[in-house]
């Protein structure tokens, strides 16, 4: 079983170079309204038939854009791990500061941040159980910063990659493979609880 995971394409925002709390939470929803850049994606050849996208504008259009004319499978399982403002302040902070702290508060599961670690692998979890029962080769067009999650939930169940990377540029892929000799999915979770 073959799944290519996708990035979506780049987003046609630009954030605030600093910013108090309110403003870096208005920026995080409205990058995640905006619309992507029309560009030229190099993604590897597929016939899947099952095209999974997040319910974010972003993994819809890259979609589009890459396969034309297609039914999509809508799935919240896969959507980018929502982000805010650490803590609150009128104060004007640097962007990488906000998102340097929110994923460190969703690294150990701070109530501040919407979602926490543990939920985001259980997503993760839930999403490869649902693709594995299907057993089909599939496309999956998510998140950035999502993937790392999920392409570390796939090693646990038994899928192999063709690359590895510490951060996935707009309209990067990887491809992930499971043979027919890899236990199932849930037999593995149920071992590690």
Not at 38 to 45: A, F, L, N
Not at 58 to 70: E, G, K, N, Q, Y
């Amino acid at each position: 079983m073959k799944v290519v995971i996708i990035r979506h394409g780049e987003v046609n925002f630009s954030w605030n170079k600093q910013s108090s709390s309110n403003v870096f939470d208005s920026d995080c929803r409205a990058y995640d309204s905006a619309s992507i850049k029309e560009k030229v994606y190099r993604i590897p050849q597929t016939d899947c038939r099952r095209i999974y996208i997040s319910e974010l504008s972003r993994s819809l259009d890259t979609a589009r854009i890459l396969f034309p004319d297609r039914n999509y499978i809508v799935s919240g399982l896969i959507n980018e791990v929502p982000l805010r403002s650490s803590f609150d302040t009128k104060k004007k902070i640097p962007l990488w500061f906000w998102n340097l702290s929110g994923r460190f508060q969703w690294f150990f599961n701070s109530s501040r941040q919407t979602e926490g670690r543990h939920k985001t692998r259980e997503r993760a979890r839930q999403f490869i159980t649902t693709v594995c029962n299907e057993s089909m080769d599939c496309t999956v067009i998510t998140h950035g910063f999502f993937m790392h999650t999920l392409l570390h939930e796939m090693k646990k169940a038994g899928f192999k990659t063709n690359k590895g990377s510490v951060k996935y540029k707009n309209g990067d892929f990887i491809v992930a493979e499971r043979g027919k000799e890899t236990h199932e999915y849930t037999d593995i979770r149920n071992k590690e609880m």
